[in-house]
C-alpha cells in the first residue's frame, strides 16, 4: 500500500501509541520508525503530539521530547492540565486531537499519503475529509491487545491498517526496566 513516489507524512498521536505499544510489550524505537516510513515513500514530515505536565520538576517523556526534536520531528506539545476527579485521585487530561486535525488539513494539499498512528475514533471525520480530498491514509494501531486500542469504525475507514505488532521486528525495542534507586540497588548487592 505504499508507492516510493509518494509523498508521505506520519501523524503521531503519542500517548495513544504509548499505550499501544505497552499493551503489546515493547517500546517503540522512534529512529527506526523514522528509517523505515522514509523507505516507504518520500517522507517530509514526522509529527509527533503530546501534552507535557509543566510545574514537574522531572517529567519522563521530556528526554524523549527533546531527542525527538532533535531529530528531525516536529514536535507539538501543548501543556497538560492537572484536576483531581470525584473520588480524589489526581488525574491528568492533554488532549492533543484538534492540533494533530489542524496540521493535517493543512497539510493534506501537499501529500499523497498520512500515516495516522492512533486507534482514537474520534479521528474517523478527519480520515473522512483526508480521503474526499484524494489523500490516501493508513492507521498504524493494533487489534491484538486486550482490549484492541483500535476502534473499529476508525480501522474500517481507513485504505489500509497496518497492525503495529506486525512493525515489532522492525521498529520495536525490548521494554526498559524501570531503574532502582541507588538504595534499592545497594539493598539488592548491586
Known sequence: MFYKDERLALFIDGSNLYAAAKSLGFDIDYKLLRQEFERRGKL????????LLENDDYSP??????????????MVTKPAKE???????????????????????????????IVLFSGDGDFKPLVESLQRQGVRVSVVSTIRSQPPMIADELRRQADNFIELDALREVIGRPPREPRMD?????????
Not at 182 to 190: D, I, L, P, Q
Open 182 to 190: 541507588r538504595a534499592e540497588e545497594t539493598a539488592n548487592g548491586k
Open 61 to 74: 517523556i521530556r528526554p524523549l521530547v527533546d531527542w525527538l526534536h532533535y531529530n528531525g520531528f516536529c
Open 44 to 51: 517530509l514530515r514526522a509529527f509527533y503530539y503530546t501534552a
Open 83 to 113: 484536576y483531581t476527579d470525584s473520588q480524589g485521585r489526581r488525574k491528568v487530561k492533554g488532549n492533543m486531537d484538534i492540533e494533530l486535525t489542524v496540521d493535517a488539513m493543512e497539510l493534506a494539499p501537499r501529500i499523497d499519503h
